[in-house]
Every structure is written in C-alpha cells, then in structure tokens.
DNA sequence: CGATAAACGAGACGGTACGTCCCGTCTTTGC
DNA sequence: GCAAAGACGGGACGTACCGTCTCGTTTATCG
C-alpha cells in the first residue's frame, strides 16, 4: 500500500498503455503474500548479514519468490530495505512507544516547560538510536541515502520527516504562547526549521561519525545550550 | 607518507621476513610513480561515473596499474579514494584558503567578535560543501564511513578533525578570554566538542538530508541562535 | 484442423469431463482467430530474428494472444513452428507446383523416361532448398527434429513422407513396367525406400552440412549415379 | 591446443593491442586443468541429462570453474561440446579402432575388391551411430550445426572431414587401377565428393531422420545399389 | 434469452539460466 | 622482489523466458 515506486496512474487504468514502452506493472495484481515476505526476508537478512552482504537473490531465496518479483515492484535494494522498514518498523516503534504512554508519533508532550520537554524527545532519541536492532539498517539506508538523491528524499520524506515535524510543531506552540501568558517560550522571530537543526544536528552529527557516545546526559546539555546559547549571559548594567 | 593501512613494522627491519607467510610488503620499495597514477585514477573516476561504479579494475586499468599493486598497499576502493582526497584534495583546498587570506588551516581568526569570526567561517564551509568538485566523492567517502566504521574513524581523523579543531581552539580561547576583560564570550563551563557540533551539526545534517539548501544566510543564523540560544532572553525581575 | 497434440478424445464425447484434472480443452470452441494469428507471428519471427530468439513470448505478443492460448494448444515452440509451416507453407509451395504444370503434390510425371523424370524432380527439390523464404524455418525444424524424436516424427509424416512417397510410386512404377515391354526401367528386387535415400540423402546430406552449393548440375549427376552406378560397366568376355 | 576459437594472432605477440575492445584473452596463459575439467564436464552432463539441459553454469559448477572461465574460450555451449568431443572422443575412437586392427583413422582398408572395402566400412559407421554413447551428442552437435553455420562448419571440418576424406582416397585409388590391369572399379570420370555423398548420404538421411533402423543389411544394401546403380543392366544386343 | 461455462487477453508469479561485471587471489614475465 | 598484466574461482548482477496460475472479459452454446 505505501511501496515507492511504481504507483498506478491512479486513473483511467485501462487508457492508452500500448505505446508505453516503461513496462508499468499492475499493481492491482500484485501478491501480497509475496510484499510481506519480501519485507520480512530483507530486514531478517540485513539483521544477521549485515546490508553490505544483503543481495537481491539472498532476499529472493529467503522470501521464495522469484527475483523478478522484486525487480518488479523496486528499483533497487535499498528501496527494498527502506519499504520493509517503514512499514514492519513501524509497528514495534509504535507499540513501544504507546508502551511508554503514548510517545513521539503521538506527538511532543506540552507541558508548558519547553526544556523539559525538549530533554525528553531527545532522551527518547538517544534511545531509539540506540536499540542495537534499529542501528545497521538505519546506518545503511541513511549512507545510501547519502550518495543516491532519490533515496535519500524517500528516506527523509517517510522515516524522518515525521519525527521532525513534531518538534516544528512544539516549537511553533512556544512561539505562540506569548499571547497567553506574556512571556514566550522561544524567540519572537524563530524559523523552527533552523532550530530544529541545532537539536537534532548535533545528535545526528555524532552518532553518524560516531566522535562520542550518545548519552541522556549529552541529549541534555544539547538542549540547553541550545535553548540559552554558547555565549555567556550578558551582565546587566 | 600518508596511506592508511599496512604501514611497515616500522621496527626490527632486517628481521627473516622472506618466510612469513602474512606477507607484508616492503613500503621503501614502493613505486612512488603507481601510488600518484592511483590517486589520479581514483579521483578521476570518482568524478566521471560516481563512487558506486568505481571499481578497484577500472581505477588500475586508468592508472596502468596491476590490480595487486592496490590490492598490495589499501584494504578497500574507499581507503584508496581517502588517501586520495587528503593527499591530492588537500593541495586546492589549501591554495585557496591562502588565497582568501591565511584561513582555515592557518586557524580561524581571533578579532575578538567570537561572532563575526563564526560567521566567517560557518560561511567558508558552506562554499567549500558546495563546490561541486568536492560535493560527490565527500558524500561517498561520508556514506561508507558511516557504514564502515573503521573507515569512518580513518575519515574523520584525517579529514574532518584538522577542521573541527580549530573550532575547539577558538571556543577556548574564547572561554579563556574571561581573564582579560572580565567578560568572556561564552558560558564558561562550556565544552567546546558539543559547542562544535550545535555549530556544525546543523550544517551537516542540512547537507546529508538535502532538506534545504546550504546558504550563507543560513550559515549566518546557525551560529546567531548557538550562540544566543532559541530561548528569548528572560526580562528582568 | 490439423494441430499436432490435443486432438479430442473423438469417442465419448459427452462423457463426465468436467472432473478431470488433466484439462483436455475443447477444441470445438477454439478461437479460429488466435490459431492463424499465432501461425502468422510465429512465421514471421522465424523469418525476422531466426527460430532460436524465437520465443512463446514473443509469438503471443506479437499475435495479440495471451500465453496460455499457446501452451493450450501446443506443446512447444518447435510445435507451433511445424504447424504454422505445414499449414501456411502448404498454400504457396502448392500453387507455385501447380503453376509448373501440376507438379510434385500431383506426383512425379511419369514419361516413361526414368531418368530425365528424376532429374526434373530432383532439380525442383533443389530449388525449393534453395528459396530463402523456406531455408531457415525448414533448418530450424530439421534440428529441432535431429534431437527431439517426437517432433522429428511430426517433421517426417507431415512434411517429409508426403514428397519422399512421390518418389517410391515413381520407382514402383518403373519396376512393373518389366512386364509392359519385356524391359524394366530399375533392378527387378529394387527396394523403393532404400533407391529414394540414394536420390534424396546426397541433397540433404549437401543441404545440412553446406559442404558443397546445391545446383542442377549437382542434382543431374546424382541421379546418373545412382541410376547406373559408381561402378564402370564391366566389359563382356 | 585444438580448441575452436579465440587464435593468438600467431605472430607479433605484444604488438598494439591497446586500442584493440575485443579483448583476446592471452592462450599461454590459459590454464590446462580448466580446459579438461571444462571437457570432461560437458561429456559427462551431456552423457547423463541430454544436450538440452546441459547448461554453462552446470559445466561450469561441475568442472569447478568460474563461468567466465568458459565465457573467456569459447563463444557458446555447443562450441564446448564440440571441442570436448573432438580431442577426449578421438581417443576412444582410436583406441578402438586399433583394436579392430587399425580400422578408419588408418585409412579404408584396400583389398582390392571395392565392394567388399566399402561395405566393411559402411559397417563400421553404422556401428558407430549405433552406440548409444556417442548417439546424443552427436546429433545435438549435428542439429547446432545445421541452424548455426559457423558451428556446422566447424563441426563439418574437425569431425566429418577427416573420416569422408578416407572415402574420397579410396575412391581415387580404384580410380587410378585402371592404369595397372586395365579394369577400372569406378567409372572412369567420377567425381569422388558425390560418389561419397551416394555412400554415406543415405546412412546419414535415415539415421537423423529414423525413417528406418541403421543394420549391416542397409550398408550393405547401399553399397550394392550405389556401386552397380538401381537402373537394371541393359540386356546386350 | 438469459445463464453459465469455457476460451481468451493479459500478465504476475516462482524459477532457471543467461552473459556480464567485479571481487580478491594467484601466476607469469619482465625489469 | 616489486610491478604490469591478466587468468582464475567465485558471487551477484539485472534480464529474458519458461510454464503455471490467477484475474476479469468475451463468446457461444444450452436450459
């Protein structure tokens, strides 16, 4: 339901496809069964060979289905990879998340203390990138990401663009809590975007170098300088 | 001087060596002419048809160059192109930055407005990330690197350390300054490696994902909301 | 009317088919449409790409025919072929004898000259291996027959036997004619089927292996030879 | 040493071959326990599933070489099978033949009656169709031949050409007798490669066609009627 | 005449083999 | 004894077809 290449023309299914020599499959015909396990197959694979040594034919073998069939519906590999992980990731994230009471897809919790709020998505961050099972296959598509354009927009558009949103939208509700109480929350002038980056910058910046471990303690002192600068409080006058 | 992997033991040299089978080669018999013609070759191809279809045959084949003689002196396609890029890439980068005026690999430069010197030089890094000479093979070696650990940890030694620890000298000298006029310019418990990254993490995560283009604007309110903070400062009581 | 394998079980028709699991398609309903289409694409591919790249695939395609049309009715390629030959290349063979003057499917003239009958026959043979048109499809089937024994036996009894029986009533006749004018044309023993392989196996054997051009001339002297003899004629005592 | 196509230009080994795509591999170098390993696993799954299924990858796992291996000598399977046919089937043909007391490679037998010699080796090649070992892979090999002109003519010169050429000999020889007792076996004008095709064309008709078993009887038969022709001797005046 | 069952077009599917590319090792032949 | 050249065993690539198996869609008798 959410692969990510050959979507039908989404309408007018029967029209004109004789001069068309791109050979678009009929993915109305298209066999679920064989989906799943391909999924299943890829992130099982990657899980215990690694990405690197994860082939084509290997997920073929493993999910029993002709090599073709993958050819068919993805245009490569890693497109595999990044479909199987949205859709089955998707799921133990989520439950473990609502585990935790009703976590990050759930949105940023709003308890007024912006800080305290910050400190725990991003503790929550530092756990999830973390987990020994999420690591490699976030490594891998991410570096492939890296390299090929067109991968890396999907890998963005669907893993990552809705975890970032979260914040512009907490960041957004401290800017607009000026109204209420008289006193805002973050500059009156924030571009969310931006601030986002110096958040999750840093995070991002050391575990893909991998210059230090990521510790709560380091999610911490991120969001504090962060919130009230590198520079030292002027003294008043 | 500079190849990353099988250095020589670098002690006990007139050793029996003929009879150990881990064969480890005699790097003062090393053609000097075949390391030049490989980094060349491995450059140049990197820039003609990408990383992913630069293989270890065609970089020997453009260098007229046996397979073993690459094999015989780098472990990997990637280590070869690092050596490549520090040894040849080094050369531009600095003629440039001397050209500009002592910059970077000289140190960034202490006018004593911490701000302007950061803008300064979040703005070189913007342009030089976007010199399309150097935005490709950086990619590539950045995406292996974060797959490869040990060639990550090869390429933020040589490449990316050199550069981020002028940031550190900086930030110290800044938190140092205290001293001399009472006023120091930032926090004085800051720790410069996280100071760093709220600076350049930003940059780097804007560059990876594609979400946005790199700008000097950009480069600009990266380092006004570091060093001020995302937070409005708090009126008085 | 005259496809090679599933024919109806042609006794008890009505009887309880539905259960069987082997399928025997009913032929009564066949589409006369399809058969043509595919015997003309399959004709035509031969001639274009030559039978090797020949394939289902292509004939369906190219006949506008769902693959099971074929495997429904046909049990190979090679079938198909042998059909759409039979059929098709009946028609232009048979008005092109007829042009001649009644020829071959009319039977071998018979002008009471033995030889010169021969010859004539011999020569249309030629030139009808000679024919482009006829050359490559008729090889294909050839082969196919060489190393499949089931085809090859199709190949005989539909392309083959109908000519090769010519021959024999030729030759039968010349042996009756001992009792006409006291002189027989041929050895009074004479075996019809071993006398034709002395006529027709030197053409084929020149025809297979392209050791030597086939021409008239060539045709001419077998049948001299065969008629009288490697052997000279032994002088009388 | 025999093998079919990729020649060193014989001559001017290192001459400019940089500008030649072609890519011909260097045949010193060529590793002989391949090129056996390669013949005896042709053979042997030729012998055991039929030419049909015999396929480069199954040589190629069997003889436990890369398929490249095979890719680098030889342009095609059957091209495999022929020159494994040749040099590992010549010794066992030999070999036999010698026990046989110096049969065909050595020459026809000439004992001065040509009808005897001529059946005596009629005999024989129908004894060598007739085993059942030699049987498939030669009429795949002769089949290949027949739609594949450049692999006929190999198969032609390295395999049919040396045993008709014994013909040709024989024939000439009786042709030559008449010098000596002034009775020519043959007719004095007679061209031997038609004279051959007489002898051996009909054998080889019903042998690829199995029209009718191959016995002693036919050779026999054939000769008879070849020698003395089917036209029944005129009665002298 | 409308029900119904078979043939039909289309083409996805599990497979096999293709012929190519490259890997990393090994061997040969100079220099 | 390093270097060039490149053959080798091996593994994966992406493609082409195989023959089987659904899918709706005609089509053509039969109830």
Redesign the interface.
Known sequence: MADSVPNVPSGAPGSSRALDSSRVPDSSRRSERSRRAIHDAALALVGEVG??KTTVEGIAARAGVGKQTIYRWWPSRAAVLLDAFVERGDRPARSAGEAEGGSEPAGIPDTGD?EADLKLVLRATVDQINDPVFEMPT??L??????N?EL??E??RRL?EPQLHLYVDR?RAAASRTDTDG??????D??P???L??L???????W?????PLTHA?AD??VE????????P???P
């Open positions: 990405y690197a912006l490594r891998a991410a570096a492939e990401g890296i390299v354009a890396g927009a890998f963005v990552l960041l006193v805002a929350a973050v500059r009156p924030l571009d975007r931006i601030a980056e110096l999750v910058g840093p995070l991002a910046h050391r893909l170098l991998r210059t230090a380091y002192t991120v300088y962060a919130l009230y600068g590198l520079a030292r002027r003294p008043r």
